[in-house]
């Protein structure tokens, strides 16, 4: 090992980027022991913090009071005339964001973390030269590398991206004013979350999805459900068409689609999906395998067919999700510091669309079961029958659950208020491969939107009692 900064022999280990995958992994190397360096060349945080989750569900927080606002006389409430300031819940998504960094960086701090601010590329197994926004460099040495240097966003030419007209998924959470209109090119979870924030504020939006659904990776069941809401929030969807050509002039865009149709907007998003950002790395000039989608190639422990190199994230054949990055990162540092053997089961990755209503799901959806031959049971169960959903104004929705044929729960699907945290107890059940009966002899309390658990648990044998 090499000699740390503490001046005592102790593992050396340097992650190479600082997403919601890098930073876990470098505070859980050093809390095992390690002496860590972490390089970046952006805010720590990476797509999640400042261009992805946080700032989107901070946007749609401001949707989803703007909407309960509207909704006040339902509840007995009058209120006046209410507006939303584009400018101050921008500024409010910065702030949000801004603290969050800070958070990290104290982390960093108090776990005796190095950050290093730079771009990171390996030069052999055990060094990494960090160019720095100056020019100069810097050399670490190293035990053991983590590579995380995660994904950005796929926009082919035919889009002729510019940043200004036609914009990713970075852009639009930089807008300093509300567009008149917006073309969303991919019905995805972006495209979705994007989509209805700017529609609530006043943007018109059309949303082009190629496949037959929004959400294609989705239940069809709870994709409906979201179009039914699109549909009453006036947001356009065209399924089943892609784009053939656009054209940008100072007024706006016009996109062609397949089918010889044509739409206008002021601007056009880009949100067809990410690819593994591994530019620049140099991880194939030291040998590291590299598969045919540009993915780095790991075992089941994270590590590449380089030893002592690991890689996780959106760098990786599996789910482009911040919370699997996060796991394989901790997975990683075990790995790494302690050469644990620790592994990551993909059985249950929640899925999580921030949408009104939120859509979730875990496990394998219906399509998926039919579509491997895999014999299934279906329970499902609406929110409008629960007690707190009809309290609370919030009655859309349902869940399901499917089983196999020895009654364990092998996928689920939420769609309604608060389904990303009604979803948890779920993602559990297909972990740990408990059965329907197991789940439907849980006690859940009363009045909660979680007992749509227990009542579709119920329903997989045909005995829930609040269903006819």
């Known amino acids: ?23 876990q992994a470098a505070i859980m190397a050093a809390k095992l022991g390690a002496d860590v360096t972490i390089v ?22 401001t949707s989803d009071a703007l909407e309960t606002i509207h909704k006040a006389k339902e509840f007995g409430i009058n209120v006046g005339s209410v507006t939303p300031d584009f400018k101050a819940i ?6 949000i964001v801004s603290g969050l960094v800070k958070g990290i960086n104290y982390l960093f701090k108090a776990n005796k973390v190095t950050l290093v601010k730079g771009t990171g590329k390996l030069i ?43 914009i ?11 567009p008149k209109s917006m073309i969303i090119v991919g019905g995805g979870v972006i495209g979705c979350e994007i989509g209805q924030f700017l529609s609530r504020m006043g943007t018109i939006i059309t949303i082009v999805e190629e496949l037959d659904q929004i959400l294609p990776l989705e239940d069809a069941e709870t994709a409906k459900q979201l179009a039914r809401q699109f549909k009453k929030d006036k947001v356009k969807v065209m ?55 540009g993915r780095i190639v790991v075992n089941d422990k994270m590590e590449t067919n380089i030893e002592g190199v690991y890689a996780i994230g959106d760098i990786v054949a599996t789910p482009l999700l911040a919370h699997v990055a996060s796991k394989e990162g901790i997975k990683a540092a075990y790995n790494a510091v302690k050469d644990a053997g620790k ?31 895999i014999a299934y049971k279906v329970g499902q169960f609406d929110f409008r029958a629960l007690g707190k959903a009809q309290a609370i104004g919030k009655i859309q929705g349902f869940v399901k659950i499917i089983v196999d044929t020895n009654d364990v729960i092998i996928g689920a ?25 197991q789940v439907g002899d849980v006690i859940h309390a009363h009045p909660t939107l979680s007992e749509a658990i227990m009542e579709a648990a119920h329903d997989v044998h045909g005995v829930c009692v609040h269903k006819g």
């Open 90 to 95: 921008m500024e409010r998504k910065a702030k």
């Open 343 to 373: 592994r990551v089961s993909y059985k249950a990755v929640p899925r999580c669309v921030y949408t009104d209503p939120e859509v979730a799901g875990v496990g394998l959806t219906e399509r998926e079961c039919e579509a491997k031959g």
């Open 40 to 61: 970046e060349k952006d805010s720590p945080g990476g797509t999640c913090l400042n261009r992805g989750c946080i700032p989107t569900k901070a946007l749609l927080a």
């Open 1 to 23: 090992m090499l000699l740390g900064r503490k001046g005592i022999c102790e593992m050396k280990v340097t992650v190479i980027g600082a997403g919601p995958g890098g930073y």
């Open 413 to 437: 699907a939420v769609v309604g208020a608060h389904a990303t945290d009604v979803l948890t107890e779920l993602s559990l059940a297909v972990h740990l491969g408990l059965t329907a009966e």
């Open 168 to 178: 990713s998924s970075n852009e639009v959470l930089d807008l300093q004013e509300l």
């Open 239 to 293: 399924t089943g068409n892609g784009i053939s050509g656009v054209e940008v002039s100072d007024t706006g865009i016009t996109a062609n689609l397949e089918n010889g149709k044509s739409v206008e907007a002021e601007l056009l998003l880009v949100a067809i999906g990410r690819r593994s950002y591994v530019d620049n790395l140099n991880a194939q000039g030291i040998g590291v395998e590299v598969d045919e989608g």
């Open 124 to 166: 052999d197994k055990n060094t990494v030269e960090v160019i720095k926004d100056d020019g100069s460099t810097e050399t670490i040495a190293s035990d053991k590398v983590i590579l995380a240097t995660g994904s950005v966003p796929i926009v082919p030419e035919i889009f002729q991206f510019d940043g200004k007209k036609v």
